[in-house]
């Protein structure tokens, strides 16, 4: 299989999985990195077994608010998407590199088109 991106390989990576679907396969994220989970995205990652590193969102989407790990709550009526969020924090949290899993296609067209 060819690479579609090539990453830093000395700097860490944030990864932000959102609610959409989206193929495991290519979720591989390397020791180092940070895994953001935007609300259902959880749900997500408990299929695949891996515990982020922070969760954060309104938990609209995911039905509850999760009492493991790191969280943060956000207000359900804001100016931006879940997803958008969980990239504003990565850059805050210093990443330069962000890899989004899930954030297009489902059944918020305008998540996927805020998104893009």
């Known amino acids: 299989m060819k690479k579609v991106f090539k990453m830093n390989a000395n700097k860490a990576v944030c990864h932000i999985v959102a609610a959409a679907d989206f193929d495991p396969r290519y979720f591989a994220p390397r020791k180092g990195d940070f895994i953001i989970a935007a609300d259902a995205g959880l749900l997500h ?43 504003m924090r990565a850059k805050e949290l210093g990443f330069d590199t962000a890899v989004l899993y899930g954030c297009t296609g489902g059944k918020r067209f305008d998540h996927s088109l805020a998104n893009l």
Not at 58 to 77: A, H, L
């Open 45 to 87: 990652l408990k299929k695949l077994k891996i515990s982020p590193d922070l969760v954060l969102g309104d938990f609209d989407s995911v039905g509850f608010v999760p009492t493991e790990g790191r969280v943060e709550r956000i207000p359900v009526k804001k100016d931006f998407t879940d997803s958008h969020y969980a990239l």
